[in-house]
């Protein structure tokens, strides 16, 4: 297959980019550091490096039509497969089993159990040799739902899409005699949070030695990332709130105390406060235990949310409000409370080299709903705290006509939407790795842009902290 680029719109195009964050606190607190961002970005030469890469290639186009080929054969399939059969959080038994039997199957060595997670592995080309380690970061859990568990963020797809990119590098490593190796993680739970896998995974040494990262992602548009430091959905507080009370009976209910009238005191509680609050604040939460029976008065009850704003600056702000408001709940229902917090889940970095290679490659393969003006910084979505270690990026193209965690975009996983959005997904991301496979200038490219971002960040974080002031609250006065 040969792809017929418009090089001369890439370049248009990926000039205008510049580095955004998310938030006008953001932009505005951070200009210097943004400023700065924006001279290392120029001084990439995107436009011509992305035009370059995109150009004529016999090589690259070959890997691209292998990746194809094996979805279409094979990798489809299997993704609706994992798709009727959904498996939550460290459940996915079924799901990694399919995935593993087949890259053994294709000269892979697989380690499950990595990391202390039943459900997480690693799999290693066999015949890679030194080189560059081409990293491929796949999902495979289902949404916990109330009537059903099911595949409403297509997680059941990232696997076959994963696999059709490393198995059709991995066979041009070995057919060309190109130094490299490929390596597949699989990582469990992305929907529970806590603990956040993939960050356990990481201080647990499993990504060492890896040089690059890429993965997909459902989306109902296809969409290109800014550079800079991101957030997506992993800038997360995961707060568990448990109360303790008094049982009593309930004709005689003062002689206990009620824990669950201390969380939904809690609930009340944050609902005021959300006014005062950043706009760009998320506060969700569910109760998880609220007692056994009616006519006993609960003596325990407890319940999870998850805060997230874009910043880990303002977000620690965030969560003293919240946990004023727990402990406020317990005096005011006379019960206890015991605050437990994860917060591993942080943002990344957003690499600009990357996200405009793949980017470019899913617009000429036919990416449908393109979003032509980059969104806000996303290190490839919802990797967290790899994403400041390891430049990655996520492929993201239009694949579901409906929401996000909705039946809808379960069933596009099956439909005509999903499998287009799969297919773009494997060659985009098997270009790629090929890119940075075989061009030593761009792998400098990628490494010098992260390393830039990295050393900028710290001073992004510390205008940050003069950004969000405490308002001085006074003590009551007069009668």
Request: glycine residues 8%; proline residues 5%.
């Amino acid at each position: 297959m040969r792809l017929a680029l418009r090089i001369t719109a890439v370049a248009i195009l990926a000039a205008t980019r510049t580095a955004a964050q998310e938030t006008p606190t953001e932009r505005s607190a951070a200009a210097d550091v943004i400023r700065r961002m924006n001279e290392l970005e120029r001084s990439l030469a995107l436009p011509q490096l992305v035009a370059r890469l995109t150009a004529r290639d016999a090589r690259r186009d070959a890997v691209i039509a292998r990746a194809r080929e094996l979805m279409d054969r094979e990798l489809l399939a299997m993704a609706d497969d994992i798709t009727r059969h959904p498996e939550v959080g460290f459940k996915e038994e079924r799901s990694v089993q399919i995935l593993t039997d087949y890259l053994k199957a294709h000269d892979f060595d697989v380690e499950t159990g990595v990391a202390g997670l039943k459900t997480a592995f690693v799999a290693r080309y066999k015949k890679g040799t030194p080189g560059p380690n081409l990293g491929v970061i796949i999902e495979y859990d289902a949404l916990r739902g109330t009537s059903r568990d099911f595949h409403g963020d297509q997680h059941s797809a990232q696997g076959p899409v994963g696999l059709a990119a490393a198995v059709a590098m991995a066979e041009f490593l070995t057919s060309s005699k190109t130094p490299g190796t490929v390596t597949v993680y699989g990582t469990p739970a992305e929907e529970i949070a806590s603990p956040a896998s993939k960050t356990v995974m990481y201080n647990g040494g499993v990504f060492k030695g890896a040089d690059v990262l890429v993965r997909s992602h459902s989306s109902t548009a296809t969409q290109a990332s800014a550079p800079g430091f991101g957030s997506c959905c992993m800038n997360i507080d995961v707060v568990r709130f448990v109360f303790s009370g008094a049982p009593a009976h309930q004709l005689q209910a003062w002689d206990g105390r009620d824990a669950l009238t201390g969380v939904i005191e809690l609930f009340n509680h944050i609902d005021a406060i959300r006014r005062t609050l950043r706009p760009e604040t998320r506060i969700q939460g569910i109760i998880t235990e609220g007692g056994k029976a009616p006519n006993v008065v609960p003596d325990r009850a407890a319940a999870e949310f998850w805060l997230r704003y874009p910043d880990p600056v303002y977000l620690a702000q965030v969560f003293d409000r919240v946990s004023d408001a727990a402990r406020a709940a317990a005096a005011a229902t006379g019960t206890k409370v015991r605050i437990d917090v994860d917060s591993s889940s942080r943002n990344g970095i957003s690499v600009a080299a990357l996200n405009e290679v793949a980017f470019t490659y899913l617009k000429q393969l036919g990416a449908t709903k393109v979003e032509a003006e980059p969104g806000r910084p996303v290190p490839y979505e919802e990797t967290g705290t790899v994403a400041t270690q390891i430049p990655g990026v996520g492929v993201t193209v239009h694949s579901s006509n409906g929401g996000y965690h909705t039946f809808e975009m379960e069933a596009d996983a099956l439909g005509a939407v999903g499998h287009h959005g799969f297919l773009l997904d494997a060659q985009a991301m098997a270009a790629l790795l090929y890119h940075f496979a075989t061009d030593a200038p761009y792998r400098a490219a990628v490494r010098r842009e992260f390393a830039g971002l990295q050393g900028l960040y710290a001073d992004y974080l510390a205008a940050l902290r003069e950004a969000y002031p405490l308002p001085k609250v006074s003590d009551p006065t007069g009668n």
